[in-house]
């Protein structure tokens, strides 16, 4: 039973970024929504539950609120309402920007989280993901993460291209010192029973970083020197404190920024250093 959960970033891309083709600066139509969702276990009593919303370049917001026992409850982290008619933007969540979010509650609740892009003013779903928060308190098991598919494309070979993101969420009253370790990888050839590299000498890349208290730090993996462009890589993170870790997978067909054809969750796994 837990009563603490967290989101490393709820995604979003309404700022200008530039195009991988030319250089200059585009930016996309897509509309971005998000709901929470929420279950309170206990059949007895209401959960009075506090939502913190975290961000990149600001303090971190409060909401708090209460859920009736044994109910569900949804909350639409947007300023339009959804197409069942929900418009309940919490006081303190910026939907026009990245966003984490923790959840704390007196009774034990299950949160999840529904996230999924449009196109201009359609209401028809062009890409979605549905996660669990990542259940809480945080400790020693959070200073390691680790996600396996790590990867951008950009190439004039083929259209697809694909930027990723990898994101720290630290709910710290103090900064985190944060290790990135990027583990080049390969293909299992069947027939010989065993991975060889995708490509030759490709080293393992480093870079540390630092997440200020209670922010998160979107990383474009792109721009990591060492990280090379159509090279899989397995992703490491360690803290000297808890926190939590995702990968965003944002997906164009090349040179056509007007709208993105969809983006990805990339889950990550806590694990305890060996």
Not at 156 to 161: A, Q, S, V, W
Request: proline fraction near 8%; include cysteine.
């Amino acid at each position: 039973m837990y009563t603490e959960w967290y989101a490393t970033e709820f995604f979003s891309q309404y700022e200008p970024f530039q195009s991988w083709v030319n250089g200059e600066t585009v930016q996309s139509i897509n509309v971005y929504d998000a709901w929470v969702l929420l279950l309170n276990l206990s059949t007895t009593h209401d959960a009075h539950i506090t939502a913190t919303f975290f961000y990149a370049d600001e303090p971190p917001q409060d909401f708090a609120f209460t859920l009736k026992a044994g109910r569900q409850g949804r909350l639409h982290l947007q300023d339009d309402v959804d197409n069942l008619g929900t418009g309940n933007l919490p006081p303190g969540c910026n939907p026009r920007k990245r966003f984490g979010v923790r959840m704390v509650s007196d009774q034990p609740i299950v949160v999840q989280a529904t996230a999924g892009d449009r196109i201009g003013a359609e209401r028809i779903t062009n890409s979605m993901a549905t996660y669990l928060f990542h259940p809480g308190p945080l400790g020693e098991a959070e200073k390691q993460w680790v996600y396996v598919d790590c990867l951008y494309l950009v190439s004039e070979k083929f259209p697809l291209e694909e930027r990723e993101w990898l994101t720290i969420l630290n709910p710290n009253k103090t900064p985190a010192s944060c290790t990135l370790t990027f583990i080049p990888g390969g293909d299992v050839e069947v027939g010989g029973k065993a991975a060889t590299p995708f490509k030759e000498d490709v080293p393992v890349v480093q870079h540390r970083v630092s997440v200020p208290a209670e922010r998160i730090l979107p990383l474009l993996i792109s721009d990591l020197a060492g990280v090379i462009a159509n090279q899989p890589y397995a992703a490491r993170v360690t803290s000297d404190v808890p926190v939590t870790v995702q990968g965003i997978r944002h997906i164009f067909e090349r040179g056509k920024y007007t709208f993105s054809r969809c983006w990805a969750v990339l889950d990550a796994l806590p694990i305890a250093p060996m």
